[in-house]
Each structure stands twice: as C-alpha cells, then as structure tokens.
C-alpha cells in the first residue's frame, strides 16, 4: 500500500474551499457530481455518481476533514485526510492519502491534481 502527500494553494478564502469539499451542491459545480456530502462525522458519501465512496470518519470544520475511501472493488477503504488553514484569504490544503492500492497510485496521485484539486482550484479562482 502507498501513500500520497500533496499541497495545494487556493486563492479563495478557507470557507469556501470547505465548502467545495463538504457541500454537494458545489461538489456538482467542480465536476465530481453527482455527490453525496455532508459535514457529519459517519456520514456516508459519494463522489462521480457512486465510482468513490466511504463514510466521514473525523470532522472538525474548516480546517480538518477525514474520511474512508473505496473505489473500485477494494476491499479495506484508503484513508483520505484534509487539512485545512488560511492566511491573507489564500487557502493551503494539505492531502494525505494512506493505504492507496499499489496497483492504482499512479492514477490516484495524477487524479488528485487532474480532477481534484485542480478542478476545485479553477472553479474558486474563476469564480472569485
């Protein structure tokens, strides 16, 4: 099993990054939609119309959000933690991803960036 750590600097204020993460409306609007989302610790969600799932294992809005992935067929979830802080209105988000698929890190790792992270930079920066 791997692990994935990346940063990403968003110029949109830390709320609204929460809120492309937790809200499944903004979910929809980034391209990760349809999504079920909330901000509830055992709530189970769905990314891309049910292709990821998993349940919120630790939320402590803004700043920290941890959940239990799946994706395909695999049989432990990965574990998916957001960290959270701003300065000057300039949202960092640090990722780590533990117990990602050896077979599957290198796509996991350019998604996030691809159509993760990068989709929900374009769509706050663009939108701001």
């Not at 968003?10 to 609007?29: C, F, G, T, Y």
């Not at 239990?68 to 990722?95: A, I, M, Q, R």
């Amino acid at each position: 099993m791997k692990t994935i750590e990346q940063t990403y600097t968003i110029n949109a204020p830390l709320e609204k990054v929460w809120q492309a993460l937790i809200d499944p409306i903004e979910i929809d609007a980034w391209g990760a939609g349809p999504a079920k989302m909330a901000d509830q610790e055992d709530f189970e969600f769905s990314l891309w119309g049910g292709d990821i799932w998993g349940k919120n294992v630790e939320v402590e809005a803004p700043n920290k959000l941890v959940q239990d992935w799946y994706g395909g067929n695999w049989e432990k979830p990965s574990k998916v933690t957001f960290s959270l802080s701003e300065v000057n209105g300039v949202t960092e988000v640090g990722l780590l991803h533990e117990n990602v698929p050896d077979e599957e890190d290198g796509d996991i790792e350019t998604g996030w960036s691809d159509y993760y992270f990068g989709e929900i930079k374009k769509y706050l920066e663009n939108s701001s």
